[in-house]
């Protein structure tokens, strides 16, 4: 589960993440903004990637929220993983994983800036599939 109040990072954090797997698909329930009449999806028995505004996650009863890893972006923490807690790692000895190197960083920055560049060319090219070049004919 994601969260912040920032919707637009929501949804670029969530396309990412299904991005990463590839070339596997995310064939389980994906819903980049979860509306507020469905908040009750964050029970579901299955795994998910769900991302919610932060005044609509203060809505989400902790309960619920016990085997679930919540990532929260404007404080850049998640919490720790299902099995994480099955280790018996007490309460604030959960670390954030060092920095990328900044070259590392620097690097998937631009390779995702590309990226996305070429999306919206592709986007913008009347006749041209999300295939590259090849043309769809109409």
């Given at each position: 589960?994601?969260?912040s109040?920032?919707?637009?990072?929501?949804?670029?954090?969530?396309e990412?993440?299904?991005?990463?797997?590839?070339p596997?698909?995310?064939?389980l329930?994906y819903?980049?903004?979860?509306?507020?009449?469905?908040?009750?999806?964050v029970?579901?028995?299955?795994?998910y990637?769900?991302g919610?505004?932060?005044?609509?996650?203060?809505?989400i009863?902790?309960?619920?929220?016990?085997d679930?890893?919540?990532?929260d972006?404007?404080k850049?923490?998640?919490?720790?993983?299902f099995?994480?807690?099955?280790?018996?790692?007490?309460?604030?000895?959960?670390?954030?994983?060092?920095?990328?190197?900044?070259?590392?960083?620097a690097?998937?920055?631009?390779a995702?800036?590309k990226?996305?560049?070429a999306?919206?060319?592709?986007?913008?090219?009347?006749?041209?599939s999300s295939?590259?070049?090849?043309?769809?004919?109409?």
């Open positions: 589960l994601i969260h109040q920032d919707m637009a990072d929501i949804v670029m954090v969530a990412v993440v299904t991005a990463l797997i590839y596997f698909s995310w064939s329930p819903i980049p903004i979860l509306p507020v009449g469905m908040l009750e999806f029970e579901a028995p299955l795994s990637i769900l919610v505004p932060t005044h609509n996650f203060k809505l009863d902790r309960n619920a929220l016990e679930v890893v919540v990532i972006l404007d850049c923490s998640s919490t720790p993983s099995l994480e807690n099955k280790r018996s790692i007490k309460a604030g000895t959960h670390r954030n994983p060092p920095s990328l190197p900044s070259q590392v960083a690097n998937i920055s631009r995702v800036y990226l996305l560049r999306e919206e060319e592709i986007d913008t090219e009347p006749g041209l295939f590259g070049d090849q043309t769809l004919s109409r």
